[in-house]
């Protein structure tokens, strides 16, 4: 088996400021996602990568940009923080991309912005 | 591309009983699907996927139906416990034939 690690577990930022979210996954899977996750609205899509160095957008990628500096590893950067914004940042990984691939979801980052 | 609507938000079930989550969807071209359970403070965990050539598969006190001539998907819990609460999402893909498309979830309660 496999695991997906997110870090922090807990962000909390100021209105404005650039933070970085990161995710690791030993599945060796090529495809990560980043999904934001608010209450009532379930989750929806900001950046995914089909392999190393690919950054592809999702519905929601403005405000922010991402990086797959691995195949390991992809990261998230909110790249202006809103006030009193919360949400839970939800990485995920598969084994092939496309509609039939299942995915393992990490166990989050909780953003809040004072 | 899909979009997948979920109901009933809330479901509290006893002990025993059985709990059944319904999610429709608008693309009758749409060939996979799958449900997630999402424990509190946690990710979500995949419990079982279904491909649209498939009508019922049943897994581990979990049923699945597909009705493509309706366009609807059920997750039935069969003797719910209280393990079983948590907030269940149905999903399907997106306009990116990556990633998926998630329902609203269903907050399940399981109480003795």
């Known amino acids: 088996g496999g695991i997906i690690t997110q870090t922090p577990k807990f962000l909390i930022g100021q209105e404005g400021q650039k933070l970085t979210l990161k995710c690791q996954q030993n599945?060796?899977?090529?495809?990560m996602y980043w999904y934001r996750q608010d209450s009532g609205k379930g989750l929806r899509l900001i950046y995914y990568?089909?392999?190393?160095?690919?950054?592809q957008k999702g519905d929601l990628s403005e405000g922010y940009d991402a990086s797959r500096e691995k195949k390991s590893s992809f990261s998230l950067t909110v790249t202006s923080a809103q006030k009193n914004e919360m949400a839970v940042f939800l990485c995920a990984s598969s084994i092939r991309g496309g509609n039939y691939a299942e995915q393992f979801f990490g166990p989050g980052t909780r953003l809040t912005v004072l | 591309g899909e979009q997948v609507e979920q109901r009933p938000p809330h479901l509290s079930v006893r002990e025993g009983d059985s709990a059944i989550i319904i999610c429709t969807y608008t693309d009758s071209a749409t060939a996979y699907f799958s449900w997630y359970k999402q424990e509190a403070g946690a990710g979500l965990q995949l419990l079982m996927s279904?491909?649209?050539?498939?009508d019922r598969k049943e897994e581990q006190g979990l049923t699945v139906l597909l009705n493509k001539k309706d366009k609807r998907l059920s997750l039935n819990l069969t003797a719910a416990h209280p393990g079983d609460s948590a907030v269940y999402f149905c999903a399907g893909p997106n306009n990116y034939a990556q990633g998926l498309t998630f329902g609203l979830g269903t907050r399940v309660s399981v109480f003795p």
């Open positions: 279904v491909l649209s050539n498939v």
């Open positions: 599945f060796n899977h090529d495809t």
């Open positions: 990568s089909i392999t190393e160095n690919d950054l």
